[in-house]
């Protein structure tokens, strides 16, 4: 069993920068990939990006590539998603997961939750 606390949302101008942060508990923690998705009110979850167990490769959805940069402390069971240059569409609640991430036969990264947090808030004023 893995339990997930986010942290690190909160309100910001557009071109702002936010780091969220995401405790793991649970003694197998390492042995997860992590992930982040979003979701929007009356939209689906959305996959944000992902770090596998070792931390040696990562995962970006299209749409935060070049702005985001998720990594991971293994001995502070901790997750972290630096997102740069916000845009008011970033806005959504953040979700932290812990799972698998993977790429489809189409190039398409993604991420197999088997945890998830109870998220945080991130806004992004213009």
């Known amino acids: 069993q893995v339990q997930l606390v986010e942290s690190g949302g909160g309100l910001v101008q557009a071109g702002g920068s936010l780091r969220l942060s995401c405790v793991a508990s649970?003694?197998?923690?390492?042995?997860?990939?992590m992930g982040w998705f979003r979701q929007t009110p009356g939209k689906e979850r959305e996959f944000v990006a992902a770090?596998?167990?070792?931390?040696?490769?990562?995962y970006y959805a299209d749409s935060v590539k070049g702005r985001s940069t998720i990594s991971r402390d293994i001995a502070k069971n901790t997750v972290y998603l630096q997102m740069n240059s916000l845009k008011p569409e970033d806005t959504a609640v953040y979700y932290c997961?812990?799972?698998?991430?993977?790429?489809?036969?189409?190039?398409?990264?993604?991420?197999?939750?088997?945890?998830w947090g109870q998220g945080t808030q991130v806004t992004v004023s213009s």
């Open positions: 649970g003694r197998t923690f390492s042995s997860y990939g």
């Open positions: 997961a812990a799972g698998r991430p993977y790429t489809d036969e189409a190039g398409i990264n993604g991420f197999r939750a088997t945890y």
């Open positions: 770090i596998t167990w070792s931390g040696s490769s990562t």
